[in-house]
């Protein structure tokens, strides 16, 4: 029996914060499925030999537009089998 569908009632907006892309894949269709918008924020830090770099992602997908914005591919859906953690690709540059 599959787990129960999570209600949408009283959500009017959501914020996604999550670390590996399959979940996030998850999140992103059911949120768009449900008509529910959303904002993905995401971090990636990197050190190589020196100081610490990193980025920082905040990506607004709206229930017009949230196709859209997920066809840029602003973040990982999928995690890289090659980072010894697991990670997004994204994550690591």
Not at 6 to 26: E, Q
Not at 28 to 36: E, K, Q
Not at 44 to 53: D, E, I, V
Request: net charge positive.
């Amino acid at each position: 029996m599959p787990p129960p569908r999570p209600s949408s009632k009283g959500v009017t907006f959501a914020f996604v914060c999550v670390d590996k892309g399959p979940a996030r894949a998850a999140i992103f269709d059911l949120l768009t499925g449900m008509g529910i918008p959303f904002v993905d924020v995401g971090m990636g830090l990197n050190r190589k030999q020196g100081p610490l770099a990193g980025t920082l992602r905040a990506t607004y997908f709206s229930v017009e537009n949230a196709g859209e914005v997920r066809a840029m591919n602003l973040a990982e859906t999928v995690d890289d089998p090659t980072t010894p953690t697991g990670r997004t690709s994204r994550s690591q540059n």
